[in-house]
């Protein structure tokens, strides 16, 4: 047929497409999947030779990652000190640290890489929970240095931990009694920090803040590049600001013929009163192409569950915590959310925590009463401690749910422990129940909070296990590979309004695949997360992940 | 060490349709002082078109010296920016969000040596603060803001009858017993250094001028502290934790050996800070003038002072302060 049809073969395609769901050979023109199915269907296809370089591979539809942040391109500028393996944009595993004296050890040698005396050094990715409980102190981080500035982010964002030297410049050694300013056992600063005074006193005397700074087409391409090696092809960056240097940066990044990711950027509620922020996304739309997809708006309305600042119902925190706190005001979420949904923009709203929960369901109601939007596919991100009862509101509403099962592994011992507690430990991000009720879902990583690589999401929801071992409703709420699959491919394109142009290999769709090295569904359910990542296929382009 | 006095800063704190841009409007148009005013909206500043300078989308500039800044998404980015740049202002005043904690911002003042806290006030809508304390999703957030604010300002006092102000009254008090408790009033502008105002000229006035809310409430009792010396840092924390938890609120201005400054104390519920004390401050070298809130159920002043002067530095012959 057409000069430009390449038919792929590959050792099993899976499709995600129902009527499909298995295929050997896959034909690709101008970006698009013509045909799907065996090498006799296809025959008619194929101008030449069929390219046989994934014969011996499995394809799957590129994954979609429904959450995650453009930040996550940022990180790797800094030395990562966190406890888990993690996956560079070059492709380098980068080890876990797991104890005080290896973060140290890997501090010193970035310490040692930097000439200028006076370049305060940043790392990122520490929690305590993952090494034990054990903190990081101002007198762990002086034997990196006494005189460069040192200052380790968590995991979270929310915290970091400094050295003496920086307590003493900023005059925090003994302010103690400064929320968030943590004494040591000698009563004195012990160098962890949280919260705005701190911040703003370290940061003004360390020269700023390096994740503050204007976002660089490298730290684009760094975010490209980590997507190909997980098996990315479609990514949010769910929650931006959009400034006009970043909407040129995404508007050069994604028109260069071989970016290798489908970016889906969500605008930040905070940054616009709705009003503008609807004419800003209609002005942006115009702007869309292959690869830049504007259109949907995030708002966050409470914080985390193990920063104990998201709002939970009776009877609130496992450990007796006082409630979290509100990031949009309850009385203002009706208003925001019905002026959006009347327009027809779909909202990504941000509720961790149960009471966030039933806020946002009874905003969508109200909205959705007053003007009915018959697929507004609103979706609660997150959603973390939703009941049974919460997820039948969301199915009666149209709501769909992008549930974080990465925290599963990563937090799922706090949960149980100090959050939570067992009982509703073990409905944390209730995959199960979402399943059985019939909500769409989705699961996601939130990276740069967790690792990015939804092989690892789907394990985590597939195998409900805790990173010391313990499994939470393994019982009733693990997912099957099928369904997991489903949930990073298809479920995660339908939260996006994206699923009639990615999430499963049918004609007409992008040609958008991940590309494996071993069949999902043939491995062993435990080792979905070892699955090697050849690389991925955006728009017809093949990409190998970079290995090192 | 930058050489200028600290600027002093006043949050203003208050729940969602408080009264807060009201208030902010009245003050940039007022202009008694040169203001730098940081508010969460622009939209609904709304200043007399005559006085606007110069509007360049984030910072409005006023003929009588004021500017506002929009916080937009980066308010400590703005915050920083203000203080960077060349114009000098004779007081920051902070608009807090109307769901957050105004004690969090005003702790940036406590820290950053450029700035002097002045004052936390919180305004309360009369109609709806009583509702607001009870709300089963957001009291929780609206008591917190009250928690540890200097003053608490009624707004809208004009549109309910004097019975419902006092409920208003009465509802607030059941938050923070001891709080000062004033009614705005729309003809009239209050002056921000008398409301919150540095320490020496508010309701801790050395004096012992008395407070209104406490002389409506006989349930709390006052207490003067006042030595001719320094306290010793170290000594001095291991002595607050000693005071019993009876005495609620303990302010006032001292000196710390080894600290050039005369410092500004606070100590509210346990918590407490010290910061250097701009140049008005009237404390003299080596003198310290605390003044305490108690319950009724306070300990005698002897026992309360024996506590404080276990924290006097033993040998005030070394307590010269040290040129900063």
């Not at chain 1, 009862?389 to 599963?408: P, S, T």
């Not at chain 2, 409430?217 to 502290?225: C, D, L, P, S, T």
Request: charged letters at 20%.
């Amino acid at each position: 047929m057409s000069q430009d049809t390449v038919v792929f073969s590959a050792r099993r395609i899976v499709t995600m497409n129902p009527s499909r769901p298995f295929a050997s050979h896959v034909a690709v023109r101008d970006g698009r999947i013509v045909a799907v199915g065996s090498l006799t269907e296809l025959a008619g296809f194929a101008a030449g030779e069929v390219d046989q370089r994934f014969s011996d591979k499995i394809l799957l539809p590129g994954f979609v990652e429904g959450h995650s942040h453009i930040m996550e391109g940022m990180m790797w500028s800094l030395p990562y000190v966190g406890a888990g393996d993690r996956r560079s944009p070059d492709g380098k595993l980068v080890a876990g640290v797991r104890d005080i004296d290896a973060i140290v050890a890997r501090l010193k040698t970035a310490e040692a890489a930097i000439e200028d005396p006076n370049t305060p050094l940043f790392a990122w990715g520490f929690d305590p929970l993952h090494i034990g409980g054990h903190m990081l102190t101002r007198q762990d981080l002086d034997r990196v240095s006494k005189a460069r500035p040192i200052m380790v982010i968590h995991a979270s964002f929310h915290i970091s931990n400094v050295n003496s030297i920086v307590l003493e410049r900023t005059e925090l050694l003994r302010a103690t009694d400064i929320s968030g300013v943590v004494a040591g056992e000698d009563g004195l600063a012990s160098g962890e920090l949280q919260g705005i005074a701190a911040r703003f006193r370290v940061f003004r005397s360390l020269g700023g803040n390096p994740l503050s700074g204007n976002l660089t087409l490298a730290d684009v391409s760094r975010y490209a590049a980590s997507a190909c090696i997980q098996g990315v092809t479609t990514i949010t960056d769910l929650h931006n600001d959009l400034l006009d240097h970043t909407i040129e940066l995404y508007q050069a990044a994604t028109r260069q013929p071989d970016f290798g990711v489908r970016l889906v950027p969500a605008l930040a509620s905070v940054s616009n009163p709705p009003e503008q922020a609807i004419a800003k996304l209609a002005a942006l739309r115009e702007s869309n192409n292959d690869k830049l997809h504007y259109g949907i708006v995030k708002l966050v309305v409470d914080g985390s569950i193990q920063g104990f600042t998201a709002r939970l119902r009776w009877p609130g925190y496992h450990n007796g915590a006082p409630n979290g706190l509100w990031y949009i005001a309850p009385e203002e979420l009706p208003r925001i959310v019905d002026i959006y949904h009347r327009a027809g923009i779909q909202l990504h709203i941000h509720t961790n925590g149960d009471e966030a929960t039933e806020l946002a369901l009874d905003a969508i109601e109200a909205a959705q009463t007053a003007c009915p939007q018959p697929d507004h596919r609103h979706t609660l991100q997150h959603c973390q401690m939703a009941d049974t009862a919460l997820f039948r509101r969301m199915k009666a509403l149209g709501v769909c749910a992008n549930l974080f099962a990465n925290h599963l592994y990563y937090w799922g011992d706090a949960h149980y422990e100090l959050t939570m507690g067992p009982e509703r430990a073990a409905r944390l991000d209730a995959t199960g129940t979402a399943q059985r009720i019939g909500v769409p879902f989705a699961i996601h990583s939130d990276a740069p909070v967790t690792p990015l690589g939804p092989l690892f999401t789907a394990w985590c929801a597939v195998n409900r296990i805790s990173s010391s071992g313990r499994t939470l409703g393994r019982e009733t709420e693990v997912l099957t590979v099928e369904q997991a699959l489903a949930a990073i491919t298809i479920g995660a394109a339908y939260t996006l309004k994206l699923d009639g142009m990615v999430g499963s290999i049918e004609c007409g769709k992008y040609a958008d695949f991940a590309v494996l090295e071993d069949d999902p569904l043939a491995v062993a359910p435990d080792r979905l997360k070892d699955i090697g990542v050849w690389g991925t296929v955006v728009g017809g382009h093949v990409k190998k992940a970079p290995s090192a | 060490m930058t050489a200028a006095a600290p600027i002093p800063v006043t949050v203003i704190g208050g729940f969602l349709g408080a009264g807060k841009t009201t208030f902010l409007n009245r003050l940039l148009a007022a202009g008694t002082a040169r203001y730098a005013v940081l508010v969460n909206d622009f939209g609904e500043i709304n200043v007399d078109a005559t006085l606007i300078e110069r509007h360049d989308g984030t910072t409005l500039s006023l003929s009588n010296g004021c500017v506002c800044c929009s916080i937009g998404s980066g308010f400590l980015e703005t915050l920083g920016g203000l203080l960077d740049g060349d114009a000098r202002f004779e007081r920051i005043v902070i608009e807090a969000s109307g769901i957050g904690d105004p004690w969090r911002i005003a702790e940036i003042a406590l820290v950053e040596p450029a700035l002097r806290l002045d004052g936390v006030i919180v305004i309360a809508d009369v109609r709806r603060i009583a509702q607001l304390i009870d709300d089963r999703r957001v009291g929780d957030t609206v008591r917190n803001q009250f928690a540890k604010c200097d003053v608490v300002l009624l707004s809208k006092s004009d549109l309910v009858t004097a019975a419902e102000l006092d409920a208003a009254r009465q509802a607030v008090l059941s938050v923070r017993p001891d709080v000062r408790i004033e009614t705005l009033l729309r003809e009239t502008m209050p002056d921000l250094s008398l409301l919150a105002g540095s320490r020496t000229s508010s309701r801790f006035r050395a004096d012992g001028v008395a407070d209104d809310a406490l002389d409506h409430e006989e349930n709390f009792r006052r207490w003067a502290y006042r030595r001719d010396g320094t306290f010793d840092r170290g000594r001095l924390a291991a002595a607050i934790k000693k005071l019993p938890q009876e005495l609620l609120r303990l302010k006032g201005t001292c000196r710390i050996r080894g600290e050039a400054a005369p410092q500004i104390f606070q100590m509210v519920a346990g918590n407490w800070s010290l910061s250097p004390a701009g140049r008005d401050t009237s404390a003299g070298a080596g003198s310290i003038a605390l003044m305490g809130v108690g319950t009724h159920d306070l300990p005698p002043d002897a026992e309360l002072e024996a506590i404080l002067d276990g924290a006097l530095a033993l040998d005030d012959a070394l307590a010269h302060p040290a040129l900063i």
